[in-house]
């Protein structure tokens, strides 16, 4: 079977990203451009991001996960520890992260160093979870082979039974990850496919170089 898309076409023309119009600090200019994505009201989730990992077997992956929290410091999501991506993590914390936002012709782009946020973090973001995310975190031992689905939802029917007037804690394995980056690349989509790359990238003295980058 072959699908010819060669006909698909846009022009991106909706914005532009000059160096005039930059912060020098990247995580000002993300903070900008989400609250843009936010207030624009086009995405039902516009913290959705993909993230990169080099897994055991040597081959990158990527999946889609939620950003959680962003700021100076960096990049916060949750997961199970002992997943497929925890494990990659754990051999090889060096990740990428990514944000496409189509209606506004932008894509960030984000590599960095994941680690473990503290207990403490991950014990109030935990708490503030429905119980059936809660629940739904202990019942399923994530990226497991597992053999149905009746298996999952045996699991958390008798969790619901267990814990029924009773308070959920976050199991040990469960917990969030910070990514601090080394560098971020904004890109503002332009027409005739010469789209606006600017690229910072962390030096020793933890000041940011800012470069522009051919589309």
Sequence with gaps: MKKDLGNYRKVYEKSALMEDAISEQPMQLFQKWFQEVETSGQLEEPNTMTIATIGLDGFPKNRVVLLKEFGQEGFIFYTNYLSEKGKAIARNPQVCLSFFWSHMERQVIVKGRAEKVSEKVSDAYFESRPDGSKLGAIASEQSAVIASREVLEIALK??????????????????GYLVQPISIEFW????????????????????????????
Excluded at 160 to 172: A, D, L, S
């Design 158 to 175: 008798k969790l619901e039974e267990e814990f029924q007037n009773n308070e959920i804690k976050r199991p040990t394995y469960w917990g």
């Design 188 to 215: 503002q989509g332009r027409p005739n496919r010469l789209h606006d790359r600017i690229k910072y990238t962390l030096e020793e003295n933890d000041s940011w170089k800012i470069e522009r980058l051919a589309p």
